[in-house]
């Protein structure tokens, strides 16, 4: 007996024509009503904005600082596929976007909190890429999909503060496994289908992205238990609701290539961002040996072409290492070191200016695919603020202290010191201390060679810590001079107080390098004179450092690789136990006028 005939191709042909024309229709009959919906609702927010009030700025009175409510989400399935792992990488992109957003943003008493008036259209124009959405039963790729994961979590912290719930709305089906299935699910659609609340209390949103999770906590002056409960009121279901429990159908994982919204399926494989300022031949040697994957290099300038040793990479020179260039930041940057002087308030705060641009132009160019990155500790806040840290694993550049590791050697200082003009001049606020600390604490490993900054983070913890040794750079042998050098400026930050004292003491001969100075004739009644920075260790027995901050201690490596004495304080960041080190506690000029007795050369 004849089996079934089998279509022709011509058949198949005019199926899949038919196939692909109605995908596409019914791509363009939802989008015209969206249109007239979004429409719709946005004349009805116009009238509504008008009459009550909106989220208040970012800085809450009272403090708000107890947790009233928190939900932690995971960001990444339990097992991807090629294609959802490319669409679960573009929902924590849009994650990272709009809970940047929302962190830190606080809500008046009585004011309704509205989602989409915090976060905005979810367009590429302002960042947001592909992600999963839900929409009329199947699981798709759409720009912006993937933020119902951070209102779901908005709405669990809501309901856990007892907000009343002026709009929320379900999702249209049942996901296995997700909140959906508790009824504790709120979909968010630009921008007729909205998540608003509100409270009786003044409340702040915390909303972060760690390695692997979303965690939105609210913040209140109350605590949990005083906190006023109010019945939740739930607003209408969503339009376009899909009837049925069964699983939706993921675009990721289905055949039917003919429909318009079909995501091909490709393999998703991490990237590492380097995000590099400056060279350091430590952080240079361990980049080299901790970095084999693929990665995209991020430098301000292409020092080859200026020939500045300074931005040249040795590691760059593999060629799976691309370089983006900020040229205009760098030049901005370069200016403002010379046109407001080695030191002061203001230059600080121009730099930390810089520092901000810097990072989000970093931000912008890092590949949403970079799954891991590597970044300068004067990057880190503006990053952590801008969300770009956010579901990748960050590993931290300890270029300087932390802020409040400086800032608390500086007050030191400054007690010790209290007629210094430089010493209390420049604070950051805490706004900047804060972003800090917190982006500190999510970063995966701290990279230091400095013996002082690791010990710091140490006592945080050491785990993360990785100790580098310090490269002593090769030099040529010195015959010892009569006088000692201070290898920077008569700043107190350098132990500038401490030196005065000790050499008008012994009646030391001492060369400076830097210019800068507390004040006009600081040295007075010393025999002192300017140092060569071509030829800094010309008729130097000794090198001097008492400082409270030095972050980068090249001088004295150079020094004791050309055996010269070095005495320095732990702040330097050398390691005891060298040969030819001599360590002293920082502020303390007895102790450095008797280590100059013993190491200091004799006239």
């Not at 007239?36 to 809450?60: C, H, S």
């Not at 294609?83 to 008046?108: M, V």
């Not at 970044?375 to 300890?398: E, Q």
């Not at 700043?491 to 000790?502: F, N, S, V």
Request: hydrophobic share 45%; charged share 20%; proline share 7%.
């Amino acid at each position: 007996m004849p089996g079934p005939a089998m279509p022709s191709d011509e058949h198949v042909m005019t199926r899949a024509r038919r196939a692909w024309l109605r995908s596409r229709l019914s791509l363009l009959w939802f989008e015209l009503r969206a249109h007239g919906l979004r429409l719709q609702r946005g004349t009805r927010n116009v009238v509504e904005l008008v009459r009550t009030r909106p989220v208040l700025a970012q800085t809450p009175e009272p403090a708000l600082d107890r947790v009233l409510a928190e939900s932690v989400s995971s960001l990444w399935s339990q097992v991807d596929a090629d294609g959802e792992q490319a669409l679960t990488i573009g929902k924590i992109h849009n994650l990272r976007i709009a809970a940047a957003r929302l962190d830190g943003q606080s809500i008046a008493v009585g004011a309704v909190f509205s989602f989409w008036r915090v976060v905005g259209a979810p367009t590429r124009r302002r960042g947001f890429v592909s992600g999963r959405e839900l929409r009329e039963g199947c699981m798709i790729a759409s720009v912006g999909g993937g933020l119902c994961q951070l209102s779901n979590a908005l709405y669990a912290v809501a309901l856990q503060a007892g907000l009343e719930i002026v709009e929320r709305h379900p999702h249209s089906q049942v996901v296995p496994g997700s909140s959906a299935e508790r009824g504790r699910d709120a979909t968010v659609f630009w921008n007729y289908i909205d998540l608003r609340f509100r409270s009786t209390l003044p409340l702040r949103i915390e909303a972060t992205l760690s390695r692997d999770q979303l965690v939105v906590r609210l913040y209140s002056a109350a605590s949990p238990s005083s906190a006023p409960r109010l019945a939740p009121r739930v607003a209408r279901s969503v339009p376009f609701v899909m009837a049925g429990a069964t699983p939706p159908d993921d675009c990721a994982r289905c055949d039917q290539q003919d429909c318009v919204q079909h995501v091909a399926a490709r393999p998703t494989t991490g990237v590492t961002a380097l995000l590099l300022d400056q060279q350091w031949p430590e952080f240079d040697r361990w980049l080299g040996a901790a970095s084999p994957r693929p990665g995209l290099a991020l430098v301000p300038i292409d020092g080859s072409r200026r020939r500045r040793p300074n931005y040249a990479w040795s590691v760059l020179r593999e060629p799976q290492w691309r370089v983006v260039e900020h040229r205009w930041l760098a030049l901005r940057r370069s200016l403002v070191s010379r046109l407001f002087g080695a030191q002061g308030a203001q230059r600080q705060r121009q730099l930390l200016a810089l520092d901000e641009a810097f990072a989000r132009a970093y931000a912008r160019a890092i590949p949403i695919t970079a799954d891991r990155l590597v970044v300068p500790i004067h990057l880190l806040a503006a990053l952590h603020r801008c969300g770009a840290l956010g579901g990748r694993s960050v590993s931290v550049l300890m270029s300087r202290a932390p802020l409040a590791m400086l800032q608390r050697d500086l007050d030191r200082a400054a007690a010790l010191h209290p007629q210094s003009p430089t010493l209390a001049d420049f604070r950051a606020d805490a706004r900047q201390l804060d972003a800090e600390a917190r982006a500190l604490d999510a970063c995966e490993q701290w990279v230091t060679p400095h013996a002082a900054v690791a010990a710091y983070l140490a006592a945080q913890a050491g785990t993360r810590l990785v100790k580098l040794d310090w490269c002593v750079p090769a030099a040529p042998a010195h015959r010892r001079g009569k006088r000692i050098l201070f290898p920077a400026s008569a700043l107190g930050r350098k132990g500038a107080y401490e030196l005065r004292e000790a050499c008008a003491s012994l009646g030391l001969s001492l060369s400076v390098l830097g210019a800068a100075a507390e004040r006009p004739g600081f040295w007075a009644g010393i025999d002192v004179v300017g140092a060569r920075s071509s030829m800094p260790f010309e008729d130097i027995g000794c090198v001097v450092l008492p400082a409270f901050v030095e972050h980068r201690p090249g001088m004295l490596l150079a020094a004791l690789a050309r055996d010269i004495p070095v005495v320095c304080t732990p702040e330097c960041g050398l390691p005891s136990g060298l040969p030819g080190l001599c360590l002293v506690p920082g502020g303390d000029a007895q102790a450095l006028t008797r280590a100059l007795m013993s190491h200091a050369p004799r006239s």
